[in-house]
């Protein structure tokens, strides 16, 4: 425990993989459910919020903007405004630790309250850019100021909000939220436009919360309006699914089984593309929970063949790039990733971090400023930097159960593991993977 690099796994090859599991809840709606329902009129109880330190630092955030978060049980909380009045300015700086979605999310939030503010964050945070929120806030009306860019922001009282007809630059769900978010409190329509479709929970929740929303054909209008409260149950993460679904997909004869996880269309790309590769995925169970569409997933390993993943695909697996680049390293030929150049600023670089990772298992990699190419092939052990960022640890931690015999991974520096994923190692174990901490 406890080295220079942080605490790290070590892994060797599992003898046999397979079994049920069901993964914890879903971070983007975990902290969407917190957030809205903070600003809804009666506020309400959350079932299956994701208990992992990205959510509690929002949660903790909301606490310190005077919203009342009672924990009613594993997974249970009911969250409801300040009685008597809105939320109040905090008295001492915002602290989001490693979360892109809470910090702007969040500074969207009190934009439209208009209420003065510091939020900050870790130091992979504090390297995320920010002008993508700040910029098209600051044309509603805002006062944000952040330099260079990134982290921390400080928010100044303003005179009012406007709403916006924006076409985003950038596919992205944090951004067209952060922007909603403003425009419940601006004067007049809010359009966003995006140029690929991206996760729509916002949209759905805030529909479900009862806010003047319509969305679809690439852009959402929304009009001002306060939030009915209500009760809110959240789907397991398919982005923690995500890394079991690619190790079932990527051994042969292996076969897994994700139980209640969101598969909603705009977040469940991942499987249509090991579909592509020749995979074999079946949904089971299939339902709606809170709006969100949720299923069981069954996944069994078949050889696999390499496939070229478009822009807008990766739009759909966001998250999901470094998973299915375990399923490359095990296909047959090259996998291409294209327009993929948000993954360059994720928690950490994603597509260099991947392909260093590859790389140090054997792998041949190239990498563009905006994509990479992986050549499926034998894999060695060996030792991996995670960056510290968890998508990058777990993923390898799945490459480092298709090891063969004899060989072993070291993956350090995995502690933001727990930013999104508790007790990934004792899931990992249930399902046959070789896995301690070390
Ligand atoms: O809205 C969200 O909950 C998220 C959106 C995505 O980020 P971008 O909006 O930056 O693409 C994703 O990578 C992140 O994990 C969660
Ligand atoms: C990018 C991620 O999260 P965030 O942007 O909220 O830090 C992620 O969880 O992969």
Redesign the pocket.
């Known amino acids: 425990m406890g080295s220079a690099q942080g605490r790290g796994w070590q892994l060797g090859a599992a003898a046999e993989i397979g079994g049920v599991l069901q993964v914890p809840g879903d971070?983007?709606i975990s902290?969407?459910a917190l957030l809205f329902l903070a600003i809804a009129e009666g506020g309400g109880e959350i079932r299956g919020l994701l208990e992992a330190r990205d959510c509690l630092n929002t949660l903790a955030a909301l606490r310190a903007l005077g919203a009342r978060i009672d924990s009613l049980g594993p997974g249970s909380y009911r969250v409801v405004g300040p009685a008597g009045g809105g939320l109040r300015a905090p008295d001492k700086p915002l602290d989001l630790g490693n979360s892109?979605?809470g910090l702007?999310?969040l500074t969207g939030l009190l934009a439209g309250l208009n209420l003065p503010a510091s939020l900050t964050g870790d130091a992979s945070l504090c390297r995320r850019p920010m002008g993508r929120i700040v910029d098209p806030l600051n044309a509603m009306g805002a006062a944000i100021r952040a330099e260079d860019g990134r982290p921390p922001l400080h928010l100044a009282s303003h005179e009012g909000l406007q709403g916006i007809d924006y076409a985003m630059p950038?596919?992205?769900?944090?951004?067209?939220?952060a922007i909603l978010l403003a425009g419940l409190h601006a004067r007049g329509e809010t359009r966003v436009r995006e140029p690929a479709p991206?996760?729509d929970?916002?949209e759905r929740m805030l529909a479900g919360l009862g806010a003047d929303i319509e969305w679809g054909q690439g852009e959402v209008r929304l009009r001002p309006g306060g939030l009915r409260g209500q009760d809110i149950d959240v789907p397991a993460d398919f982005?923690s699914a995500a890394f079991f679904v690619a190790l079932a997909a990527a051994r042969p004869g292996a076969e897994i089984c994700l139980r209640q996880v969101g598969i909603n269309p705009t977040r469940d790309g991942l499987l249509r593309l090991l579909k592509r590769m020749g995979a074999a995925v079946g949904l089971e169970n299939q339902r709606l929970v809170g709006g969100e569409p949720v299923a069981d997933i069954r996944v069994t390993g078949q050889p696999l063949e390499a496939i070229t993943v478009s822009a807008e695909e990766v739009?759909l697996a966001?998250?999901e790039i470094p998973a299915l680049m375990i399923a490359a390293a095990r296909a047959r030929g090259t996998t291409h990733v294209e327009g993929a150049a948000?993954l360059r600023v994720?928690e950490s670089d994603r597509i260099a971090a991947m392909a260093e990772g590859l790389q140090a298992m054997g792998l041949s990699v190239e990498t563009r400023p905006d994509g990479l190419s992986v050549t499926g092939g034998p894999i060695r052990g060996g030792r991996i930097a995670s960056r510290g960022d968890h998508r990058i640890a777990m993923s390898f931690a799945m490459l480092g159960a298709l090891l063969p015999a004899g060989e072993q991974l070291r993956i350090d520096d995995v502690d933001n593991v727990a930013t999104s994923f508790p007790d990934f190692i004792a899931r990992c174990k249930a399902v046959g993977v070789n896995i301690q901490e070390s």
């Open positions: 971070k983007s902290h969407r892109g979605t702007r999310l950038v596919a992205s769900a944090q951004v067209k939220s991206t996760r929970h916002s982005s739009a966001v998250d948000e994720k």
